[in-house]
Protein backbone atom coordinates (compact mmCIF):
# COMPACT_ATOMS: atom_id res chain seq x y z
CA UNK A 1 0.00 0.00 0.00
CA UNK A 2 1.23 3.16 -1.11
CA UNK A 3 1.03 5.99 1.84
CA UNK A 4 0.85 9.51 0.76
CA UNK A 5 2.76 11.98 2.99
CA UNK A 6 2.30 15.00 0.37
CA UNK A 7 0.08 16.52 -2.64
CA UNK A 8 1.01 19.44 -4.39
CA UNK A 9 -1.28 20.49 -7.01
CA UNK A 10 0.17 24.45 -9.16
CA UNK A 11 -0.36 25.17 -11.98
CA UNK A 12 2.53 26.10 -15.04
CA UNK A 13 1.05 29.47 -15.93
CA UNK A 14 -1.34 31.35 -17.66
CA UNK A 15 -0.96 29.98 -21.34
CA UNK A 16 -1.19 26.48 -20.21
CA UNK A 17 -3.79 26.90 -17.25
CA UNK A 18 -5.24 23.37 -18.57
CA UNK A 19 -1.83 21.29 -17.49
CA UNK A 20 -1.83 20.24 -13.88
CA UNK A 21 1.29 18.55 -12.48
CA UNK A 22 0.71 16.34 -9.30
CA UNK A 23 3.77 15.38 -7.68
CA UNK A 24 3.43 12.31 -5.32
CA UNK A 25 6.02 12.13 -2.54
CA UNK A 26 6.08 8.83 -0.62
CA UNK A 27 8.39 6.66 1.64
CA UNK A 28 9.25 4.66 -1.28
CA UNK A 29 9.38 6.20 -4.30
CA UNK A 30 8.65 9.90 -6.53
CA UNK A 31 6.35 9.59 -9.12
CA UNK A 32 5.62 12.73 -11.27
CA UNK A 33 2.51 12.61 -13.29
CA UNK A 34 2.16 15.26 -16.29
CA UNK A 35 -0.84 15.83 -18.03
CA UNK A 36 -1.06 18.26 -21.24
CA UNK A 37 -2.97 18.13 -24.11
CA UNK A 38 -3.21 13.92 -23.93
CA UNK A 39 0.10 13.15 -22.96
CA UNK A 40 1.41 11.55 -19.63
CA UNK A 41 4.97 10.72 -18.30
CA UNK A 42 6.24 8.88 -15.26
CA UNK A 43 9.73 9.21 -14.18
CA UNK A 44 10.55 7.21 -10.82
CA UNK A 45 13.90 6.50 -9.38
CA UNK A 46 13.85 3.31 -8.87
CA UNK A 47 13.69 2.91 -12.51
CA UNK A 48 13.27 -0.65 -14.25
CA UNK A 49 11.27 -3.13 -11.61
CA UNK A 50 13.38 -5.46 -10.39
CA UNK A 51 16.91 -3.48 -11.04
CA UNK A 52 18.89 -2.97 -8.20
CA UNK A 53 20.10 -0.06 -7.35
CA UNK A 54 23.16 1.67 -5.81
CA UNK A 55 23.01 4.84 -3.57
CA UNK A 56 23.53 7.55 -6.02
CA UNK A 57 20.33 6.12 -7.84
CA UNK A 58 22.69 4.39 -10.20
CA UNK A 59 22.08 0.59 -11.82
CA UNK A 60 23.95 -2.35 -10.70
CA UNK A 61 24.85 -4.82 -13.10
CA UNK A 62 26.29 -8.30 -12.42
CA UNK A 63 29.35 -9.80 -13.79
CA UNK A 64 29.72 -10.71 -17.24
CA UNK A 65 29.59 -14.28 -17.72
CA UNK A 66 32.26 -15.10 -20.48
CA UNK A 67 31.14 -16.55 -23.38
CA UNK A 68 32.49 -19.50 -24.84
CA UNK A 69 33.11 -19.05 -28.49
CA UNK A 70 32.02 -21.84 -30.54
CA UNK A 71 34.84 -23.56 -33.11
CA UNK A 72 33.79 -24.92 -36.37
CA UNK A 73 34.50 -28.51 -36.93
CA UNK A 74 37.92 -28.74 -38.83
CA UNK A 75 40.50 -31.28 -39.25
CA UNK A 76 44.51 -30.46 -41.13
CA UNK A 77 46.79 -33.24 -42.61
CA UNK A 78 50.37 -32.67 -42.03
CA UNK A 79 52.61 -34.56 -44.59
CA UNK A 80 55.75 -35.83 -43.01
CA UNK A 81 58.59 -36.58 -45.37
CA UNK A 82 59.80 -40.41 -44.69
CA UNK A 83 63.65 -38.92 -43.38
CA UNK A 84 61.21 -37.71 -40.96
CA UNK A 85 59.08 -40.33 -39.61
CA UNK A 86 61.71 -42.23 -37.21
CA UNK A 87 62.33 -38.95 -35.26
CA UNK A 88 59.09 -38.32 -35.17
CA UNK A 89 58.10 -41.80 -33.66
CA UNK A 90 60.89 -41.47 -31.63
CA UNK A 91 59.84 -37.52 -29.92
CA UNK A 92 55.81 -38.16 -30.47
CA UNK A 93 55.43 -38.57 -26.32
CA UNK A 94 56.69 -34.67 -26.58
CA UNK A 95 54.65 -33.30 -29.82
CA UNK A 96 51.01 -34.36 -28.95
CA UNK A 97 50.64 -33.08 -25.38
CA UNK A 98 51.07 -29.60 -26.02
CA UNK A 99 48.81 -29.95 -29.08
CA UNK A 100 45.82 -31.83 -26.85
CA UNK A 101 46.62 -30.14 -23.50
CA UNK A 102 47.13 -26.54 -24.43
CA UNK A 103 45.37 -26.23 -28.06
CA UNK A 104 42.45 -28.66 -27.06
CA UNK A 105 42.73 -30.55 -30.39
CA UNK A 106 42.58 -34.08 -31.51
CA UNK A 107 45.60 -35.36 -32.58
CA UNK A 108 46.62 -38.87 -33.94
CA UNK A 109 49.73 -39.70 -36.09
CA UNK A 110 49.03 -41.88 -39.44
CA UNK A 111 51.97 -44.45 -40.10
CA UNK A 112 50.19 -45.76 -42.94
CA UNK A 113 49.89 -42.41 -45.16
CA UNK A 114 53.01 -40.88 -43.34
CA UNK A 115 50.74 -37.63 -42.08
CA UNK A 116 49.49 -36.33 -38.61
CA UNK A 117 46.28 -35.43 -38.68
CA UNK A 118 44.57 -32.76 -36.73
CA UNK A 119 41.03 -32.42 -35.82
CA UNK A 120 39.33 -29.36 -33.55
CA UNK A 121 37.23 -30.84 -30.87
CA UNK A 122 34.37 -29.35 -28.37
CA UNK A 123 37.09 -28.06 -25.89
CA UNK A 124 39.00 -26.33 -28.73
CA UNK A 125 38.09 -22.57 -28.21
CA UNK A 126 40.59 -20.58 -30.34
CA UNK A 127 39.60 -20.33 -33.70
CA UNK A 128 43.90 -20.70 -34.72
CA UNK A 129 43.97 -23.40 -32.72
CA UNK A 130 44.33 -25.74 -36.27
CA UNK A 131 46.71 -23.39 -38.37
CA UNK A 132 48.84 -23.28 -34.99
CA UNK A 133 49.15 -26.79 -34.69
CA UNK A 134 50.06 -27.09 -38.53
CA UNK A 135 52.52 -25.08 -38.06
CA UNK A 136 54.05 -26.51 -35.40
CA UNK A 137 53.93 -30.14 -37.00
CA UNK A 138 55.31 -28.54 -39.96
CA UNK A 139 58.39 -26.72 -38.00
CA UNK A 140 59.42 -30.19 -36.87
CA UNK A 141 58.83 -32.10 -39.97
CA UNK A 142 61.26 -29.20 -41.38
CA UNK A 143 63.88 -30.30 -38.68
CA UNK A 144 63.45 -27.73 -36.09
CA UNK A 145 63.76 -29.22 -32.40
CA UNK A 146 60.39 -29.73 -30.42
CA UNK A 147 61.80 -27.25 -27.75
CA UNK A 148 62.30 -24.68 -30.46
CA UNK A 149 58.83 -25.76 -32.27
CA UNK A 150 56.80 -25.05 -29.05
CA UNK A 151 57.17 -21.32 -29.14
CA UNK A 152 55.06 -21.20 -32.27
CA UNK A 153 52.34 -22.47 -30.16
CA UNK A 154 53.11 -19.98 -27.10
CA UNK A 155 53.79 -16.47 -29.19
CA UNK A 156 51.70 -15.23 -32.23
CA UNK A 157 54.74 -13.47 -33.82
CA UNK A 158 57.09 -16.30 -34.95
CA UNK A 159 57.34 -17.28 -38.59
CA UNK A 160 59.02 -19.35 -41.00
CA UNK A 161 61.35 -18.58 -44.03
CA UNK A 162 62.62 -21.17 -45.94
CA UNK A 163 65.09 -20.64 -49.05
CA UNK A 164 67.24 -22.38 -50.99
CA UNK A 165 71.44 -21.49 -52.13
CA UNK A 166 70.54 -21.26 -55.83
CA UNK A 167 67.47 -18.22 -54.90
CA UNK A 168 70.56 -16.06 -54.05
CA UNK A 169 72.88 -17.72 -56.14
CA UNK A 170 73.49 -20.25 -58.86
CA UNK A 171 76.08 -22.66 -57.39
CA UNK A 172 76.96 -25.98 -58.64
CA UNK A 173 79.46 -28.99 -57.21
CA UNK A 174 81.95 -27.86 -55.11
CA UNK A 175 81.10 -24.72 -55.27
CA UNK A 176 77.66 -25.61 -53.83
CA UNK A 177 79.51 -27.64 -51.02
CA UNK A 178 82.03 -24.97 -49.69
CA UNK A 179 78.79 -22.21 -49.44
CA UNK A 180 76.72 -24.38 -47.35
CA UNK A 181 80.00 -25.09 -44.93
CA UNK A 182 80.60 -21.34 -44.78
CA UNK A 183 77.44 -21.45 -43.15
CA UNK A 184 77.37 -24.26 -41.03
CA UNK A 185 81.26 -23.65 -39.93
CA UNK A 186 83.46 -25.54 -38.61
CA UNK A 187 81.40 -27.77 -35.87
CA UNK A 188 78.50 -25.52 -36.62
CA UNK A 189 80.17 -22.54 -34.90
CA UNK A 190 78.53 -19.85 -37.52
CA UNK A 191 75.61 -21.19 -37.78
CA UNK A 192 75.23 -21.20 -33.98
CA UNK A 193 76.92 -17.42 -33.66
CA UNK A 194 73.85 -16.05 -35.97
CA UNK A 195 71.53 -18.05 -33.84
CA UNK A 196 72.69 -16.62 -31.31
CA UNK A 197 73.04 -12.86 -32.66
CA UNK A 198 69.73 -12.74 -34.40
CA UNK A 199 67.63 -14.96 -31.68
CA UNK A 200 66.69 -16.99 -34.50
CA UNK A 201 67.04 -20.99 -35.28
CA UNK A 202 68.59 -22.27 -38.59
CA UNK A 203 68.44 -25.60 -39.96
CA UNK A 204 70.47 -26.60 -42.95
CA UNK A 205 68.54 -28.93 -45.27
CA UNK A 206 70.81 -29.69 -47.96
CA UNK A 207 70.37 -26.76 -50.03
CA UNK A 208 67.32 -25.47 -48.24
CA UNK A 209 67.63 -23.13 -45.72
CA UNK A 210 64.78 -22.52 -42.74
CA UNK A 211 64.58 -19.38 -40.54
CA UNK A 212 62.58 -19.85 -37.39
CA UNK A 213 61.95 -16.26 -35.62
CA UNK A 214 60.31 -12.74 -35.89
CA UNK A 215 60.13 -10.52 -38.64
CA UNK A 216 62.60 -8.55 -38.21
CA UNK A 217 64.78 -11.54 -36.89
CA UNK A 218 64.64 -13.13 -39.45
CA UNK A 219 65.52 -10.35 -41.22
CA UNK A 220 68.67 -10.28 -39.99
CA UNK A 221 69.97 -13.58 -39.92
CA UNK A 222 69.00 -13.88 -43.48
CA UNK A 223 71.20 -10.91 -44.60
CA UNK A 224 73.81 -12.73 -42.74
CA UNK A 225 73.47 -16.47 -44.52
CA UNK A 226 72.72 -14.40 -48.22
CA UNK A 227 76.30 -12.85 -47.17
CA UNK A 228 78.18 -15.92 -46.30
CA UNK A 229 76.91 -17.29 -49.74
CA UNK A 230 78.09 -14.68 -52.16
CA UNK A 231 81.52 -15.54 -50.77
CA UNK A 232 81.90 -12.98 -47.83
CA UNK A 233 84.63 -14.16 -45.18
CA UNK A 234 83.08 -15.04 -41.96
CA UNK A 235 85.03 -12.82 -40.02
CA UNK A 236 83.04 -9.59 -41.38
CA UNK A 237 80.20 -11.69 -40.91
CA UNK A 238 81.17 -12.09 -37.52
CA UNK A 239 81.18 -8.16 -37.45
CA UNK A 240 78.07 -7.28 -38.65
CA UNK A 241 76.69 -9.78 -36.03
CA UNK A 242 78.27 -8.16 -33.60
CA UNK A 243 76.56 -3.88 -34.31
CA UNK A 244 73.51 -6.94 -34.88
CA UNK A 245 73.54 -7.98 -31.23
CA UNK A 246 74.31 -4.83 -29.62
CA UNK A 247 71.49 -2.93 -31.17
CA UNK A 248 69.68 -5.51 -30.17
CA UNK A 249 70.52 -5.39 -26.73
CA UNK A 250 69.56 -1.58 -27.01
CA UNK A 251 66.18 -2.72 -27.90
CA UNK A 252 65.11 -4.08 -25.29
Do not use: C
Not at 104 to 130: C, F, H, P, Y
Amino acid sequence: MMVINKIFLFFRGHDRANTVDAVLIDSHSTVTLGIAEGERTENSNSGVVGMEMDLDGRPKFGSATERRVRVKSQSRKVPVPPHRMTPLKGAWTKIYPPLVEHLKLQVRMNIRTKTVELRTSRQTDDTGAIQKGADFIKAFTLGFDVDDAIALLRLDDLYIESFEVKDVKTLQGDHLARAIGRIAGKDGKTKFAIENATRTRIVLADSKIHILGGFQNIRMAREAVVSLILGSPPGKVYGNLRIVASRLKERF
